[in-house]
């Protein structure tokens, strides 16, 4: 029968995995928005719809809402993997066993807190690309006060994320 701390260490590694899916996962949805926002007057002259797995095929501005709501759940779903983390290292016994588990590769472990932070604001960052995109082709702008909340609202779970990350995770001793 597995100890507790084997079950623990079993359950760091998942949510480390965790962490590094959902940061992954953001980022992607962010460069997606990118493309999206250079292709979309095309598709929509041309009525294109585009293929999206799980939905099927749907108009551009429904494909944006999509990868907007995935780049938005992501980034709080990686900050409930970072207080996985954080609680399960805490509850392991062996401060020998955590820093073990801590080797394992993830975006999280990372030894340099610049690429760490890096990682987590990518999301915001390519987010920021897209919209400058979309204002530069003569999108009708909201106030500035209004766009900036909205990039700030936005990018918040990603904000949050890259000032947990700034210092590693700890172990207990």
């Known amino acids: 029968m597995p100890s507790a701390d084997d079950i623990l260490a079993n ?8 962490a590094q899916k959902f940061v992954f ?9 990118v493309l999206l926002s250079f292709d979309s007057p095309e598709l929509i002259s041309l009525k294109q719809k585009i293929k999206v797995e799980r939905f099927g095929e749907v108009a551009p501005g429904m494909a944006a809402i999509i990868l907007w709501l ?4 992501s980034g709080f779903l990686a900050n409930a993997a970072i207080t996985r983390i954080t609680d399960i290292t805490s509850r392991i016994n062996s401060d020998e ?3 073990a588990m801590l080797t ?4 999280v472990t990372l030894e340099s807190a610049t690429l760490r932070v890096s990682a987590a604001l990518l999301a915001p960052v390519l987010l920021l690309i897209s919209y400058t995109v979309e204002q530069a082709r003569g ?8 766009a900036a909340l909205g990039i700030l609202a936005i990018s918040a779970p990603y904000v949050v994320l890259a000032f947990r990350l700034v210092k590693p995770l700890k172990v207990r001793g």
């Open 70 to 73: 995935t780049y938005l759940i």
């Open 11 to 18: 359950n760091l590694g998942d949510a480390l995995g965790q």
């Open 139 to 146: 999108a009708i702008p909201p106030t500035v006060i209004i």
């Open 97 to 99: 066993m955590t820093k």
């Open 104 to 107: 394992r590769f993830s975006i």
């Open 25 to 33: 996962s953001g980022i992607v949805s962010a460069a997606l928005l």
